[in-house]
């Protein structure tokens, strides 16, 4: 099993639309998370680190589940800009390996 | 300011060629990261380096894979005896801080491909 699981879509959604991504981690000893954007061909942006609290950022609502394992970004009122691959980023305590998902992809169509 | 750089681009080898590929962090940063990117793929980690240590080479396939980064700053990723697995993107990112849970600015990527 991998450490870090996303549903690779792709999710094909409506300007105007509201979108939903969750991934899952396996180390309970997980202590950091991001999410990162990754248009095609190149290389990934941070779109958000995720708080224990939840945050938000305009149309983007990152929140963490941590009994559950794990976390969830939320795009509202999609774009055609918000057409990428979003990668979910864990970081284990004590450690620099920095694991990413394999990225789920979104299309949003006009 | 300038960002990540990464050089070559593009790079072709035969199999078995040695190759070595470049990063230049954003000045000043502390954090290196190497990873490697197979297409559909999200990037799977090498190597960190703070500063000149190379703190972490756990992800490093084998021992076909070095990197470096002798004075803190450049940094190689040399790759020996290539194989068609090793095809790959290969992202660098640097970090201000000393620790990897800050943002992560990655440069373009080398594309490297194995024939």
């Known amino acids: 099993r991998k450490e870090v699981e996303q549903d690779p879509g792709p999710f094909n959604v409506p300007e105007g639309a509201t979108v939903a991504f969750n991934c899952t981690y396996s180390?309970?000893?997980?202590?950091?998370f991001f999410w990162y954007r990754q248009d095609c061909r190149k290389e990934p942006k941070l779109l958000m680190s995720?708080?224990?609290s939840g945050n938000e950022d305009g149309r983007f609502t990152a929140q963490l589940n941590r009994a559950s394992q794990y976390i969830s970004l939320l795009i509202r009122d999609s774009k055609l800009s918000d057409s990428a691959t979003y990668l979910c980023?864990?970081?284990?305590?004590?450690?620099?390996?920095?694991?990413f998902g394999a990225g789920t992809r979104l299309f949003v169509k006009a | 300011g300038a960002g990540v750089s990464q050089s070559p681009r593009y790079k072709v080898a035969k199999r078995g060629q040695d190759v070595a590929l470049r990063c230049d962090p954003i000045?000043?940063?502390?954090?290196l990261f190497w990873y490697q990117q197979a297409l559909g793929q999200g990037p799977e980690f090498l190597t960190y380096?703070?500063?000149?240590?190379?703190?972490?080479k756990s992800g490093l396939p084998s021992d076909r894979f070095f990197a470096e980064r002798p004075e803190g700053s450049v940094s190689t990723l040399k790759i020996q005896r290539t194989q068609q697995e090793d095809s790959a993107v290969y992202l660098c990112?640097?970090?201000?801080?000393?620790?990897?849970?800050?943002?992560?600015?990655f440069g373009p990527g080398t594309r490297l491909t194995v024939t």
């Open positions: 990112a640097s970090s201000s801080q000393g620790v990897s849970a800050y943002e992560q600015y």
């Open positions: 180390n309970s000893a997980s202590q950091s």
């Open positions: 995720v708080y224990s």
């Open positions: 980023v864990v970081l284990n305590t004590g450690g620099f390996k920095t694991i």
């Open positions: 000045s000043g940063h502390v954090s």
């Open positions: 380096f703070q500063n000149e240590a190379q703190l972490d």
